[in-house]
């Protein structure tokens, strides 16, 4: 339980010919071979002599690089160098492969003006900042109750804020300060005056704050350390002999964390849960044991983990994480605990897909993907069975797999600590997402017992608003244009940052739809950033939850937009498609609304559409507003 | 015993990319150009993990050569 940190144990061990071939191995050029071994668990040599290899591999003009690159910048008082290793293969892992520079020693705020003064710094995406009590020399302070030392140290870190905002247009990512386990008080340590500890958690409360009033990432890495505990996370042997800033133990879950975080900015973090039955959500296998021999009650140790478990899961859903299960049961005895055991946290209508039958598991995790419209990386899949978890990982790799611990008691831990649903931002729409998906079951049904499409759309009474995103309301807008895969005309992943520019931008304008029918308010779900370049429109970006295809959503979108084009007398509305491996169904949308093409490049297609043409396809949707 | 020996070397062959044939324990620190100061950090934190002991900082600054380093395992209970 202790060494889920410490050994990353949501990872697969090695395979044993490949840990014995490593050496021979790391001689590749193949940086996708790389990237199949930085899934398993490596140790510190290995995942130094993988980036090694890889910064060999990248200095060759030839070297053919596939994967999208990652360029971070580490500002710390600290020695790194232990840490850069893991945490290019944490980034690997997720399919980025990340450039990583370090600021020589010396104080930050001196060598990073001097260096941008220099010219000497190249574009970064990230900044992290990473500091600990000794380098913001926090001490105690009982004269001045703490506030000098308290604002210096906010000083400090804004000075480096306002430089990497100003001068390097990256993405600032600012670590909470790790306290010290030396106590002089005792008890009254952290509540009675302004002790070390005292301070650093004042520090740590105003930096969240000055993270979530802007575009700053909190990278709360107190938190894991306080998992860890700190006797265990700190070690002052190490920070005497080599300024280690912790542990080299706990590199590996300090990378995870970081890159998670990342990863959650860019909106790739995971959406879906599919959860294995028997032995997963309840102990036994209800074909064999029935209704009263599985274990899923209260009063019953092993019961009770289960349920814990469930409502660990119940938890994630509450929060927008889909739910969906995987098994292999005949569909009956599938539902039956969650019908008939009224111990069950979890029930039927939690879940957006219940896949019980005896085709194998790679297959249904498939369907479920395409049922909900979700590409097979935003999945997480929780099987006890390690046959089940092999045989997904070997056949959908873009699945994530995490091994398990046979106590069912440590699954929530694996989940959390793994960092798969992690979030910069929470917004309402994202509780109203995974509801969604359950009601779009009901939808299913009454769109199987209407005979006509037409009549059926119809009948879901749908309403639609559109409204101009500001500063004040971009979480949701600028979730959508990271998240969104399949209605993405021209994948221009923004972040918030990038957003706000553009809001300030006159030249643009941002609108995005909300869409409500009879079963639900599916909240924002399709966004629009508009270019007026002279007597044209520029269609910079055009996105669209998956929730909601085949609605006609897209047609009463661009009619609202030729109605606004019309008005402002244009003479062309322009639609850049850049192609992905997932976004094709944006080009039958362009060819049904009567899109032209003018150009015959392969990947980035120009297409143009005439105001004074009319719509010529039907939606079903009412324009109304909705508050 | 020459199970412990392989371990060690098995580390020592990891931390520093030499092949394990190179090593004996006459290896020293002077003689092999990777044995740098954040690779003996490496060394230390991969010893400490694969024969769960600790090292103090006084042991830390007294290795030179691999003989030191069974001295050191010897003199923590660890038969090699």
């Not at chain 1, 001196?110 to 260096?115: A, E, G, V």
């Not at chain 1, 629009?528 to 429109?537: C, Q, Y």
Request: one cysteine or more.
């Amino acid at each position: 339980m202790l060494e889920i940190y410490k050994d990353l144990s949501w990872l697969p061990e090695i395979p044993k010919d490949l840990s014995d071939s490593f050496s021979d191995l790391m001689k590749t050029a193949d940086i996708e071979l790389i990237s199949k071994i930085s899934q398993y668990k490596l140790n510190d040599s290995q995942a130094k002599r993988m980036h090694d290899r890889f910064l060999e591999i990248n200095e060759s003009p030839k070297s053919k690089k596939n994967k999208d690159e990652i360029k971070l910048l580490i500002l710390s008082s600290n020695t790194f160098d232990f840490i850069i290793s893991k945490l290019f293969v944490s980034a690997l892992r997720n399919g980025f492969l990340l450039d990583i520079s370090l600021l020589p020693f010396g104080n930050i705020v001196s060598l990073l003006s001097q260096q941008i003064e220099n010219n000497e710094l190249k574009e970064f995406d990230y900044v992290l900042l990473s500091l600990d009590y000794k380098g913001l020399n926090i001490v105690d302070d009982f004269d001045d109750n703490g506030k000098d030392i308290f604002t210096n140290a906010i000083n400090e870190i804004n000075s480096i804020k306002n430089l990497v905002n100003d001068q390097l247009n990256a993405t600032l990512i600012v670590q909470s300060i790790v306290k010290s386990t030396e106590s002089i008080f005792g008890n009254l340590e952290i509540h009675l005056t302004a002790t070390r500890n005292k301070i650093i958690h004042e520090i740590n409360r105003e930096l969240l704050q000055i993270t979530l009033d802007s575009n700053i990432l909190f990278f709360d890495i107190e938190e894991t350390a306080n998992k860890v505990g700190l006797l265990n996370w700190l070690d002052p042997r190490m920070y005497y002999w080599a300024k280690l800033p912790f542990s080299s133990n706990y590199s590996g879950i300090y990378s995870s964390k970081l890159i998670n975080l990342i990863i959650s900015d860019r909106g790739l973090s995971k959406k879906l849960l599919v959860l294995d039955l028997d032995n997963t959500l309840w102990g036994g296998v209800i074909g064999d044991d029935g209704l009263d021999g599985i274990k899923a009650s209260i009063g019953d140790p092993k019961g009770e983990s289960f349920l814990n478990f469930q409502e660990y899961c119940k938890r994630l859903q509450s929060r927008g994480i889909i739910l969906a299960v995987c098994s292999k049961n005949s569909p009956e005895n599938a539902v039956l605990p969650f019908r008939e055991n009224l111990d069950m946290v979890l029930k039927e209508d939690d879940f957006a897909v219940i896949k019980a039958n005896w085709s194998n598991k790679a297959d249904n995790i498939r369907e479920i993907a395409s049922e909900l419209n979700l590409g097979l990386d935003s999945i997480v899949f929780i099987d006890d069975n390690p046959t089940e978890r092999n045989l997904v990982r070997e056949f959908l790799p873009e699945v994530s797999v995490p091994e398990v611990p046979v106590d069912i008691s440590y699954y929530p831990e694996i989940i959390s600590a793994a960092g798969y649903f992690e979030s910069i931002r929470f917004s309402k729409d994202d509780v109203r997402r995974a509801e969604d998906y359950s009601v779009n079951k009901k939808r299913v049904a009454l769109k199987t017992g209407s005979t006509d499409i037409s009549e059926y759309l119809s009948s879901l009474e749908m309403q639609a608003e559109m409204s101009e995103v500001s500063v004040s309301n971009l979480t949701r807008p600028v979730q959508l244009i990271l998240k969104t895969n399949q209605f993405n005309l021209s994948n221009k992943r923004r972040t918030e940052k990038e957003i706000e520019k553009l809001i300030n931008d006159p030249r643009f304008t941002i609108f995005q739809f909300r869409l409500q029918d009879k079963f639900a308010d599916n909240g924002i779900v399709s966004v629009v950033i508009i270019e007026r370049k002279e007597d044209t429109i520029f269609l910079d970006t055009w996105v669209m939850s998956c929730r909601v295809f085949g609605r006609t959503l897209e047609f009463y979108v661009f009619n609202e937009i030729l109605k606004l084009a019309k008005e402002l007398e244009i003479k062309k509305i322009f639609a850049e498609h850049r192609r992905s491996d997932k976004n094709n169904l944006v080009l039958d949308a362009l060819k049904s609304l009567n899109f032209k093409r003018i150009d015959k490049n392969k990947d980035l297609s120009l297409w143009e559409f005439n105001p004074v043409n009319c719509l010529e396809v039907p939606f079903h949707i009412d324009a109304t507003s909705l508050d | 015993m020459k199970h412990n020996e392989e371990k060690l070397y098995k580390i020592l062959s990891e931390v520093f990319e030499i092949d394990i044939s190179e090593i004996n324990h006459q290896t020293s620190q002077e003689e092999t150009n990777s044995w740098d100061s954040l690779n003996t950090v490496r060394m230390i934190v991969a010893i400490e993990n694969i024969f769960s002991i600790r090292l103090d900082i006084d042991d830390i600054s007294i290795i030179n050569k691999v003989s030191d380093i069974v001295e050191l395992l010897r003199s923590n209970g660890i038969e090699i």
